[in-house]
T-cell receptor
Framework: GQNIDQPTEMTATEGAIVQINCTYQTSGFNGLFWYQQHAGEAPTFLSYNVLDGLEEKGRFSSFLSRSKGYSYLLLKELQMKDSASYLCAVMDSNYQLIWGAGTKLIIKP | DAGVTQSPTHLIKTRGQQVTLRCSPKSGHDTVSWYQQALGQGPQFIFQYYEEEERQRGNFPDRFSGHQFPNYSSELNVNALLLGDSALYLC???????????????FGAGSRLTVL
């Protein structure tokens, strides 16, 4: 079966750095996405990785290792507004997105 | 530039009833996907519509059906509602042939369905 694993919940301090991990087992791979979802709102696109390595976009970076079936989302200089759920999703060989359950990130002052 | 709009935002139904949810995609997008998201879970893919046809379908029963109109808007219909159908229903639009190579989805805020 297809599976996406990510921690259920993480807590970090304002101004700090946090890394949210995602491991996956899917039938084929056509890219990995990270989305942010605030409570009661729509998921919004953060990043896309299809090749191994680090993609940096402002305070957010995403890393991919296809051989390990592993990705992480790195958030720097955390702000209170970063409190949200972070969803990892992999596009499989049928170009269908398989989603993780999401990691709820709690930022404390 | 309007993003993805969904209606209604909230609704309450009873077991056995039928429901229709509506979605207007982001301007310029031609593909609409529907997802079911239970509380504390990630979205589960229901189906995707392109050129008015169902192109892909997830592991959902035939009670779940849909339609795409010539203006790219879409409807999700659920018949014979069960208590377990209570969830947030998300519509996402995208461009079938994106020059960037990444099929990035733009989501609506969702329709929260409660089945009593």
């Amino acid at each position: 079966g297809q599976n996406i694993d990510q921690p259920t919940e993480m807590t970090a301090t304002e101004g700090a750095i946090v890394q949210i991990n995602c491991t996956y087992q899917t039938s084929g791979f056509n890219g990995l996405f990270w989305y942010q979802q605030h409570a009661g709102e729509a998921p919004t696109f953060l990043s896309y990785n299809v090749l191994d390595g680090l993609e940096e976009k402002g305070r957010f970076s995403s890393f991919l290792s296809r051989s390990k079936g592993y990705s992480y989302l790195l958030l720097k200089e955390l702000q209170m507004k970063d409190s949200a759920s972070y969803l990892c999703a992999v596009m499989d060989s049928n170009y269908q997105l398989i989603w993780g359950a999401g990691t709820k990130l709690i930022i404390k002052p | 530039d309007a993003g993805v709009t969904q209606s209604p935002t909230h609704l309450i139904k009873t077991r056995g009833q039928q429901v229709t949810l509506r979605c207007s995609p982001k301007s310029g997008h031609d593909t609409v996907s529907w997802y079911q998201q239970a509380l504390g879970q990630g979205p589960q893919f229901i189906f995707q519509y392109y050129e008015e046809e169902e192109r892909q379908r997830g592991n959902f029963p035939d009670r779940f059906s849909g339609h795409q109109f010539p203006n790219y808007s879409s409807e999700l219909n659920v018949n014979a509602l069960l208590l377990g159908d209570s969830a947030l229903y998300l519509c996402a639009s995208s461009l079938a042939h994106s020059s960037s190579g990444a099929n990035v989805l733009t989501f609506g805020a969702g329709s929260r369905l409660t089945v009593l």
